[in-house]
């Protein structure tokens, strides 16, 4: 099992990355979360995941241990393949899926494409007690269906914010401010956005 590559980056993609390993290039495919991180053409180490199957053998790369673990996570669960995980990686960081996950909020689940509403059940019942154990996250600070936050964001639309981002910002003014109203959501999202 091929558990990491590290080498010269030859080649950078949105989707995949060549890398130059003592004269043998590593085709590996990654999220956009690593094609971000990555140098432009540097001596770089990923950390990988081989995925066999009969047709083919994929190699996945990842930035990190922990986008590597949350991946692993994912594709273990029933529908969710490389693809689909990939993407997920690619739409959200590993903490962001970690904590939508830990706090059940489906609907940010379902909004990544090719999840529907029973797959981001599936992921949640599956991987809720693995993420917060392997992770250590304890108690969720967020609330599945906190009405304060929800109007923050719909205040924050509003005002012409995209919804991603502000989700993001109340998110993390939540986890310093849990018992926040409307208005100090708004007041202290705005300062981070």
Known sequence: MITQVSGKLVEKNPT????????????????LNTFTALPESEAVTLFTHMQVREDAHTLYGFINK?????FKLLISVSGVGPSIARTMMSSMTSEEIQQAIASEDVPVIQSVKGIGAKTAQRVIVDLKDKILKTFDMGDVSIVLNNTNKEEALSALEVLGFTRKQSDKVINMV???????TVE???KLSLKNL
């Open 174 to 180: 939540l986890k310093e401010h849990k018992d926040a």
């Open 66 to 70: 922990t986008e590597r673990a949350v």
């Open 16 to 31: 995949h990355v060549v890398i130059d390993c003592h004269g043998v290039g590593y085709l590996l495919h990654i999220s």
């Open 184 to 186: 100090q959501l708004i």
